[in-house]
């Protein structure tokens, strides 16, 4: 068992000297494995071996296995030659290859691996797994792997363009899943970045649960306008503001128990006022709700000008007053009857009689088709003048779906009317 070879890989700083040896791995791990091979070194290189301060060793064993040693300071040693018996070269057993075994930091004892003038082989301390992330477990240049937390001092970069990786995080609880960051390619070779604002506190910002396999994050533009309400402007989850129409599927509320809110609506002309929905406190904690009747048709139901800085509505049921110097305005229409029939479709209006020759004591009738009209209405009515003459003319109606028959009677006790008579009606 000896050494077979030594030669020197010249032209580099750290210089690599080479042995080849026909020993195992036990037996070149043993101290001052070199100086007791000095004859047939010798014999093997046809003189003494003279060291070089910059040398580092590579052993080669029968086992198929390579052993790193970190040159002594040769410095000191005039000439440098193998037989020195000053010279050991420790080795520490162990496979370079896949950093098994039990090897660990070979170095010089007279320098730490901080030494920029001495050079360092660095192995592995214990067995490791495969894959994993080595680091530093002291500083002496021992290597670990699996810290509570592993630092490089610069950036992380996983995966290689055209080459695809990954960032993810595991829980605490085994088989619960993880969190993954994966880029996909995008359009063009651009770069996507996930930052912070800066924050006045120390944060956690969770993704809530979609709820399906896939969703997307919203994404506001670069500008927006604050406290105006946010729209998605695209399917994919792009979110603006001051959409045309914005839609919620649910209720809109505003405000809540114990702070105001209001619903304000703008016409298209700037600076001509608005229109709010402004709830104020009822004598208990009940709702008041304002809803629309089953309509026939697209309606526009304005609301007047009261003419005054307050106002009420007033509503079919319950106790309403009329303020002072109010009024109340019916819509209103005119006809003229003809055959005994006129026909006026508004709330109120006004009739004009034919020429009537009716003889004291006697009637006529004229039916109004209304179709405001129902069985239910109180229709109105009352003489507004007209061309007659005659005193003592009484009106009055009855009320039918669609309908009314207006009866005029002439209660002189002697004479005929002698000309138009003129009927005011109202519906309620």
């Known amino acids: 068992m000896a050494i077979t070879s030594i030669t020197r890989d010249w032209g580099i700083i750290p210089s690599i000297v080479r042995i080849t040896a026909t020993n195992t791995v036990a037996e070149v791990s043993v101290a001052n494995y070199i100086t007791a091979q000095i004859p047939n070194t010798t014999a093997v290189n046809n003189g003494l071996w003279e060291w070089l301060p910059s040398d580092t060793v590579l052993v080669y064993c029968t086992d198929n296995s390579a052993f790193f040693t970190i040159s002594a300071d040769f410095s000191t040693l005039d000439p440098l030659v193998l037989g020195s018996t000053s010279v050991t070269l420790p080795v520490v057993s162990g496979d370079f290859a896949n950093f098994s075994g039990t090897s660990g930091l070979i170095h010089d004892a007279g320098f730490l691996p901080s030494d920029a003038s001495k050079t360092v082989v660095v192995m592995a301390n214990g067995a490791v797994l495969t894959n994993h992330i080595a680091t530093f477990k002291d500083v002496t240049g021992t290597i670990g792997e699996d810290a509570a937390t592993a630092i490089n001092g610069g950036n992380i970069q996983a995966g290689l363009s055209g080459t695809a990786g990954t960032l993810a995080s595991f829980p605490a609880t085994g088989a ?47 500008a927006t306008i604050a406290n105006h309400i946010a729209t998605f402007t695209t399917t994919t989850g792009v979110v603006g503001d001051d959409a045309a129409t914005a839609i919620n599927g649910g209720n809109i509320q505003a405000g809540l128990s114990g702070t105001a809110g209001t619903v ?71 006809g003229t009857e003809s055959a005994n029939a006129v026909t006026i479709s508004k709330q109120s209006g006004v009739i004009t009689s034919a020429a009537l020759t009716t003889a004291a004591g006697s009637t006529e009738v004229i039916t109004l088709t209304n179709t405001l009209i129902a069985t239910t209405s109180v229709v109105l009515v009352s003489v507004g003048g007209g061309t007659n003459t005659t005193i003592g003319v009484e009106v009055k109606a009855t009320a039918a779906s669609g309908s009314s028959v207006i009866t005029i009677s002439n209660n002189n006790a002697a004479s005929a009317l002698n000309g138009t008579v003129i009927i005011m009606f109202a519906v309620f």
């Open 176 to 222: 619960k899943g993880s969190l993954k960051v994966v880029a996909v390619a995008n359009t063009g070779d651009t770069t996507t970045t996930i930052s912070n604002a800066a924050m006045g506190q120390a944060s956690v910002v969770s993704i809530p649960d979609p709820g399906t396999a896939t969703a997307t994050f919203v994404v506001a533009p670069a």
């Open 264 to 334: 304000a609506s703008f016409p298209a002309t700037g600076a001509k006022g608005s229109l709010k929905l402004t709830a104020v406190a009822n004598t208990g904690d009940t709702i008041t709700t304002i809803s629309n009747a089953a309509m026939g048709q697209a309606s526009v139901v304005s609301i007047p000008d009261p003419g005054a800085a307050t106002a009420k509505f007033v509503l079919d049921s319950g106790s309403q007053q009329m303020a002072t110097a109010s009024n109340l305005k019916l819509d209103k229409g005119t």
